[in-house]
């Protein structure tokens, strides 16, 4: 089945330092794509996506690009905040099935951004 | 921005009780989903739900689990003898029709099972 698999944290970084949390897949044919953003006591806000290969998702200053060929979706930013302390989740939704189909969740990367 | 709405956003409840944890999805959204996140662990499907009827369901979603969309407005998820084991977060989501679309999730309902 289909699964995701992405760099377990914690993640400390110092302000203004560049991120990188890779996240890799396995999946049949051509899924979609997403980064989930956790905020401490909040719910899940879609960060970015991309439904298909060398697509690039970008928001906020975070980007990823679709890798078919590493079938990777790494999250970037180049310069955190304080602000982007979170909890960041890789997901993907099966090619093959109708809109409206599940999301398969990675196991999340804390990120701890310090002053 | 167009929210999901989740209540209560937190409920305690005793073991072998019943509990229904309730969602107004986004108002032209198609598609319905409950997820759950077991504390410090994956977010992990439970089930999906189209057209008034459950399209893909998790082994997780077993005979204890249920929903509905009484209203054409609210989605609820109901736990029919709640277990310590079913302590979690639990996120509604909606999504529009087109696939490769984003969900919107809810901000979640914390369940604790005493």
């Known amino acids: 089945g289909d699964s995701v698999t992405q760099m377990e944290g914690p993640v400390t970084l110092s302000e203004e330092a560049f991120l990188t949390i890779n996240c890799t897949y396995t999946?049949?044919?051509?899924?979609?794509l997403f980064w989930y953003v956790q905020y401490p006591g909040e719910g899940l806000q879609l960060l970015l996506k991309?439904?298909?290969?060398?697509d690039k998702g970008s928001n906020k200053g975070f980007e990823a690009t679709y890798r078919k060929e590493t079938t990777s979706f790494h999250l970037e930013k180049g310069s955190v905040q304080v602000s982007d302390s979170a909890v960041y989740f890789c997901?993907?939704?099966?090619?093959?099935?109708?809109?409206?189909?599940?999301?398969?969740f990675g196991g999340g990367t804390r990120v701890l951004v310090k002053p | 921005e167009p929210e999901v709405t989740q209540t209560p956003s937190h409920q305690v409840t005793q073991m072998g009780q019943e509990v229904i944890l309730r969602c107004v999805p986004i108002?032209?959204?198609?598609?319905f989903y409950w997820y759950r996140q077991i504390l410090g662990q994956k977010v992990e499907f439970l089930v999906s739900?189209?057209?008034?009827?459950?399209?893909?369901k998790s082994e997780i979603f077993d005979d204890q689990f249920s929903v509905e969309r009484p209203d054409g407005s609210n989605f609820t998820l109901k736990i029919r003898s709640t277990k310590l084991e079913d302590s979690a977060m639990y996120f509604c989501?909606?999504?529009?029709?087109?696939?490769?679309?984003?969900?919107?999730f809810g901000s979640g309902t914390r369940l604790t099972v005493v």
């Open positions: 989501a909606s999504s529009p029709r087109q696939v490769g679309h984003g969900y919107t």
């Open positions: 999946a049949t044919g051509y899924p979609s």
């Open positions: 991309a439904t298909k290969a060398d």
């Open positions: 997901a993907l939704s099966s090619a093959f099935k109708a809109a409206g189909n599940k999301l398969t």
């Open positions: 108002s032209n959204h198609l598609y």
């Open positions: 739900f189209y057209n008034n009827e459950i399209s893909e």
